[in-house]
C-alpha cells in the first residue's frame, strides 16, 4: 500500500479528525491508523474487530492505534498482537507525535460534506460516560480557526458544513469573553454568504443560546435537523445519569421550534436499560419518541464502562436491557416510517453523496436520478418512502 489508510469509527469528531490526519500523513507508506471509539462496550468490541480486520487486510503495514480506545483501554489495545503501536487521543492531530513535518498542505475534503470539529472534550460528568477520560476538558477553536478550516472545504467545493464536537454547546467557554454556539454559526454564515448549507451534529439542548435557537428556527441556511443529547425520557433516570436537563425542559424546547420551523426534524440519543430503570421509566423513555416526534433514533442499550459511577449501580438483567432497546427501536422505527411517507410528493433539495443518495435538509436520505454529480444539490420530487429511504 502506498497511501495510509486511516479507519474511523464512531462519532463524527472522528470522521472530522480522521480526514485531517488523512492529509497530515499523506506521505506515509504502508501505515494503518485505526482511530477508534470507547463509548460503549459494543464500541470497543467493534474497535477490536477493526483492528484484527486492517491486521488482515494489510499483513505487512505498521498499523497504529489512536482515538479513546486507545486511551480508555490502553493497555489492551496496546497488548493485541496485530497493533504495532499507540498514539494519544490528545496527540493525534499533532505532527511530531507521528514523526511527519508540521507543514502538511491544506486538506481536502474526502466527502462531500465537511465535518469540522470545533469543540473537544467535556467538562461534565454523566454517570454513564467515559468520554472525558478519552477526551480530556473541554477545549475550542477560534473563530478564525473555524473560518480557516471552513474557507479550505468551500475552496474544494463542499456545499454542507457540518459542526461536530464531543459537547458542541459548549463551545467558546474556554475563549476570552466566553462567546456561545450561535456566535460562531452567525460568524460563519456572515463570513460566506455562498455557503448554501450549515448542519449541527449532536447537541445538549438545555446550553442552545438564545442566538443559535433564533438561527434553528429561522435561517434557511442552518439545516432544519436537529439532534439531541437527550439520553432519556424520565426525570429520575436522567438525574441518576447526571444530565442538566429534565424531560420538560426537551418538551418545552422542541415545542417552541416546531411552532417557528415546522419541519424541522428532531433527533436523538436515547439509552435503554439504564441501571434502577423500572417499567415506568420505561414507558416514558417510549413516549418521549413519540411526544418529541423523534426521526433520527439512535438507540443505546445500556452498557456499564469500568470507572464510571453507573457502573457501580444496581445492574438490569441483560435480556431485558436487550427487549427494551428493541422497544425503542420499533417505536422509532414506526415514528420514522410515518415521518417519510408524509414526505411524499414534496420536492427537496438533495445534497448528492457518492452512492446514488443524498441528503435533504432534514435528514432525509434520498435515493437520485443514476447519474447525478456527487457534490451537487438536486430538486427531487419524492414519489415512495420504502425501507428508510425516499424516493
Request: no cysteine; charged share 25%.
Given at each position: 500500500m502506498n497511501a495510509p489508510a486511516v479507519i474511523s469509527l464512531g462519532c463524527r469528531m472522528n470522521i472530522a479528525e480522521s480526514e485531517r490526519m488523512r492529509a497530515m500523513l499523506a506521505g506515509e507508506q504502508n501505515l494503518v491508523v485505526v482511530n477508534s471509539c470507547a463509548v460503549t462496550g459494543e464500541?470497543?468490541?467493534?474497535?477490536?474487530?477493526?483492528?484484527?480486520?486492517?491486521?488482515?487486510?494489510?499483513?505487512?503495514?505498521?498499523?497504529?492505534?489512536t482515538g479513546c480506545a486507545a486511551e480508555i483501554d490502553r493497555e489492551a489495545i496496546g497488548a493485541m498482537d496485530e497493533v504495532d503501536g499507540l498514539v494519544a487521543n490528545a496527540a493525534k492531530l499533532d505532527p511530531r507525535a507521528w514523526n511527519v513535518a508540521g507543514d502538511a498542505p491544506p486538506h481536502a475534503p474526502a466527502r462531500t460534506r465537511a465535518f469540522i470539529a470545533v469543540q473537544n472534550g467535556c467538562d461534565h460528568a454523566c454517570t454513564f460516560c467515559v468520554i472525558p477520560q478519552g477526551r480530556g476538558t473541554s477545549r475550542s477553536l477560534t473563530v478564525a480557526e473555524v473560518l480557516r478550516e471552513t474557507e479550505v472545504h468551500l475552496a474544494a467545493g463542499v456545499k454542507?458544513?457540518?459542526?461536530?464536537?464531543?459537547?458542541?454547546?459548549?463551545?467558546?467557554?474556554?475563549?476570552?469573553?466566553?462567546?456561545?454556539?450561535?456566535?460562531?454559526?452567525?460568524?460563519?454564515?456572515?463570513?460566506?454568504?455562498?455557503?448554501?448549507?450549515?448542519?449541527?451534529?449532536?447537541?445538549?439542548?438545555?446550553?442552545?443560546?438564545?442566538?443559535?435557537?433564533?438561527?434553528?428556527?429561522?435561517?434557511?441556511?442552518?439545516?432544519?435537523?436537529?439532534?439531541?443529547s437527550l439520553q432519556h425520557g424520565a426525570d429520575l433516570i436522567l438525574k441518576r445519569m447526571k444530565r442538566r436537563h429534565s424531560r420538560a425542559d426537551a418538551v418545552d424546547l422542541v415545542a417552541r421550534l416546531k411552532a417557528l420551523r415546522p419541519d424541522i426534524a428532531i433527533g436523538a440519543d436515547l439509552i435503554a436499560g439504564f441501571p434502577t430503570e423500572d417499567?415506568?421509566?420505561?414507558?416514558?423513555?417510549?413516549?418521549?419518541?413519540?411526544?418529541?416526534?423523534?426521526?433520527?433514533?439512535?438507540?443505546?442499550?445500556?452498557?456499564?464502562?469500568?470507572?464510571?459511577?453507573?457502573?457501580?449501580?444496581?445492574?438490569?438483567?441483560?435480556?431485558?436491557?436487550?427487549?427494551?432497546?428493541?422497544?425503542?427501536?420499533?417505536?422509532?422505527?414506526?415514528?420514522?416510517?410515518?415521518?417519510l411517507a408524509?414526505?411524499?410528493?414534496?420536492?427537496?433539495?438533495?445534497?448528492?453523496?457518492?452512492?446514488?443518495?443524498?441528503?435533504?435538509?432534514?435528514?432525509?436520505?434520498?435515493?437520485?436520478?443514476?447519474?447525478?454529480?456527487?457534490?451537487?444539490?438536486?430538486?427531487?420530487?419524492?414519489?415512495?418512502a420504502r425501507e428508510g429511504l425516499l424516493g
Open positions: 464500541a470497543l468490541r467493534q474497535t477490536r474487530q477493526a483492528i484484527r480486520r486492517a491486521r488482515a487486510a494489510h499483513p505487512t503495514a505498521r498499523l497504529v492505534v454542507e458544513v457540518v459542526l461536530t464536537g464531543v459537547d458542541l454547546t459548549s463551545w467558546g467557554h474556554d475563549l476570552p469573553s466566553a462567546p456561545r454556539l450561535g456566535a460562531l454559526v452567525a460568524a460563519i454564515l456572515e463570513a460566506f454568504p455562498a455557503l448554501p448549507r450549515l448542519r449541527l451534529s449532536s447537541v445538549d439542548g438545555i446550553e442552545i443560546d438564545a442566538a443559535l435557537f433564533d438561527l434553528l428556527a429561522h435561517e434557511p441556511r442552518v439545516m432544519p435537523h436537529l439532534h439531541l417499567e415506568a421509566h420505561h414507558a416514558a423513555n417510549l413516549a418521549i419518541i413519540d411526544e418529541l416526534d423523534i426521526v433520527h433514533a439512535h438507540i443505546f442499550p445500556f452498557s456499564p464502562r469500568p470507572g464510571t459511577p453507573a457502573a457501580r449501580m444496581p445492574q438490569l438483567p441483560r435480556d431485558v436491557v436487550k427487549a427494551r432497546a428493541a422497544d425503542l427501536r420499533a417505536r422509532a422505527a414506526r415514528r420514522r416510517a410515518a415521518w408524509g414526505l411524499v410528493g414534496e420536492t427537496l433539495p438533495v445534497l448528492a453523496e457518492r452512492d446514488g443518495t443524498g441528503y435533504a435538509p432534514n435528514y432525509a436520505r434520498v435515493a437520485l436520478p443514476e447519474g447525478t454529480a456527487a457534490g451537487s444539490i438536486v430538486d427531487v420530487k419524492v414519489r415512495e
